[in-house]
């Protein structure tokens, strides 16, 4: 009977039980995941080129006006000009016998290479690292010619003050091919060292075969020329002192929603420009209510940056590959959402560095950039 009569309860005591339990009261709904380590992957910065770096330093309206990019994107400063230059009729009625082979005498030739604005050069930090010169020589004729000469490169603009000659370089019977307006019959190279202000050429003679007019297919009227080409090729020599901001906008982490209080950003810089570059200070960028209720992106005054790095100077089709991380901590409370980030590079003097030139087609980037948080992160449970 006893039995029966518990049976016959459990199912009225079950029924009579509250199940309505209120499960929030003490549970923590904040939920950690990826306990070892999340990262989240923001893309790449760059090519900035060593335009973009004198443009942003201010310098490149100052640098507009007589600096140049050569065929290759090389920054340069260029003179061309012709020293020599006369027809083949003038030549030979000046021959003594136009039936015999002959030495033509040419008159001697000075230049100002004009270079009025290297004082401002010096005072950015840059200076010509490589300078070259070339003589080019014309000859109209259906026979090889020859040319002989010397040539004096000097710091001062009419090529004759002593003390001051750069470089002084004799040639002697240059060919110069049949029917060519191009002919090289000097080439010198300078590193570093004063800029050429000045050009001379003397001594200079031409050596030509007889019936001059009968092998010039334009009857006379066919030109023996001399012409130069200086260019000085641009690097820096000084550290730049001013810094060069790099925005990186758009950038939208929403490390706020997930209660962090450290992360880092993480990148490998890639340097093929012929400069080292400084990295001491990172502004991280947020969102911040105006009192108009207008929202603006500033730089977040609770936030701490530590990179400290300097990118070791590459060159081109040479590049140097340093890794890069940004330490991120917030000093009170915790990370918000960052917009974006400012970083301000320091332009150095290369150093081990053999080509220094600066040229458009070099550049800097900041590759696979990565957000990474260590320990988690943490959500509200739902």
């Known amino acids: 009977m006893k039995k029966g009569l518990i049976l016959f309860a459990l199912p009225l005591l079950w029924s009579c039980a509250n199940l309505d339990y209120d499960t929030s009261r003490g549970i923590d709904k904040e939920v950690t995941l990826f306990s070892d380590e999340v990262s989240l992957p923001i893309g790449d910065i760059g090519p900035i080129t060593p335009k973009n770096l004198l443009d942003g330093a201010g310098f490149g309206d100052q640098l507009k006006s007589f ?20 027809p083949c009729m003038l030549v030979s009625m000046n021959l003594p016998d136009p039936s015999k082979p002959a030495s033509v005498a040419i008159n001697d030739y000075s230049a100002n290479l004009e270079f009025t604005n290297l004082s401002i050069l010096e005072g950015l930090g840059i200076a010509p690292v490589r300078q070259d010169f070339v003589l080019t020589a014309g000859n109209p004729l259906t026979e090889e010619i020859s040319f002989s000469g010397k ?19 004799e040639f002697a019977q240059a060919k110069a091919a049949a029917e060519n307006k191009d002919n090289e019959v000097l080439r010198v190279e300078l590193t570093g060292g004063k800029t050429a202000c000045g050009f001379k050429l003397e001594n200079a003679t031409m050596q030509v075969p007889a019936s001059v007019l009968e092998k010039d297919p334009l009857q006379g009227w066919g030109f023996f020329t001399l012409d130069y080409c200086y260019k000085a090729f641009i690097g820096l020599e000084k550290d730049i002192p001013v810094t060069v901001p790099i925005s990186i906008n758009d950038l939208n982490l929403p490390l706020g929603q997930f209660q962090v209080k450290e992360a880092k950003i993480c990148t490998e810089v890639s340097n093929e420009i012929p400069i ?86 070099q550049s800097v980037s900041f590759n696979k950039l990565r957000a990474t948080v260590s320990g988690g992160i943490t959500v509200q449970g739902l």
């Open 276 to 361: 080292s570059i400084g990295i001491d200070q990172v502004a991280v960028m947020i969102e911040q209510a105006g009192e108009d209720g207008k929202s603006t992106i500033v730089p977040s005054e609770d936030i701490s940056i530590t990179p400290g790095l300097v990118v070791s100077a590459g060159s081109s089709g040479n590049p140097t590959v340093t890794p890069l991380e940004i330490v991120i901590k917030a000093n009170e409370g915790i990370i918000p959402d960052i917009r974006g980030l400012r970083i301000y590079l320091r332009i150095l003097a290369p150093a081990g560095v053999d080509d220094k030139r600066l040229g458009m087609k």
């Open 67 to 86: 600096v140049q990019e050569d065929a290759d994107g090389y920054l340069v400063m260029e003179r061309k000009a012709s020293a020599y230059s006369n």
């Open 151 to 169: 040539l004096t490169l000097s710091a001062k603009p009419d090529g004759s003050t002593p003390g001051e000659t750069i470089l002084s370089k």
